[in-house]
C-alpha cells in the first residue's frame, strides 16, 4: 500500500523557518518524482517544489524560489521542504504527493494532475 505521511508543520514567526518531511513507503521511492503542494484557505491548491528521486532534478513554484529548498534521503524514502523566510502568504496545508505513474523521470512537474498519491497534509502557521 502506498502511503505519504506528512510532518513538521506547525506555527513560526514570520521570518521564520520550519522543515516539513514526507515519509513514503509502498514503492521504490528512487524510481518516483515527489511533489510539494499547499492549499490556503478559499485558494486553489498549487504547486510548492517538486524533486525527481532519481537523479535530485528540482523545481520550484515562483513565489517560494530562493527561499525553500527541497531535498530527498532516498535511503529513508523521505523528501524534505526546508522553508525559510517564511511570510504571511505562505500558511497553508502543505501536502506531499507521489507522481507513480512516470517511472524513472530525470524531471518532475509542479502541475497537480500529474500526481496519483497524496498525503494527509500538514498545517503551515505563520505569525505576524
Known amino acids: 500500500e502506498v502511503q505519504l505521511v506528512e510532518s513538521g508543520g506547525g506555527l513560526v514567526q514570520a521570518g521564520g523557518s520550519l522543515r516539513l518531511s514526507c515519509a513514503a513507503s509502498?514503492?521504490?521511492?528512487?524510481?518516483?518524482?515527489i511533489g510539494w503542494f499547499r492549499q490556503a484557505p478559499g485558494k486553489e491548491r498549487e504547486g510548492v517544489s517538486c524533486?525527481?528521486?532519481?537523479?535530485?532534478?528540482?523545481d520550484y513554484g515562483d513565489s517560494v524560489k530562493g527561499r525553500f529548498t527541497i531535498s530527498s534521503d532516498n535511503a529513508k524514502g523521505t523528501v524534505y521542504l526546508q522553508m525559510n523566510s517564511l511570510k504571511p502568504e505562505d500558511p497553508a496545508v502543505y501536502y506531499c504527493?507521489?507522481?507513480?505513474?512516470?517511472?524513472?523521470?530525470?524531471?518532475?512537474?509542479?502541475?497537480?494532475?500529474?500526481?496519483?498519491?497524496w498525503g494527509q497534509g500538514t498545517q503551515v502557521t505563520v505569525s505576524s
Open positions: 504527493a507521489a507522481d507513480l505513474r512516470t517511472y524513472g523521470s530525470s524531471w518532475c512537474s509542479l502541475r497537480l494532475w500529474q500526481y496519483d498519491y
Open positions: 509502498g514503492f521504490t521511492f528512487d524510481d518516483y518524482a
Open positions: 524533486i525527481s528521486s532519481s537523479d535530485g532534478s528540482t
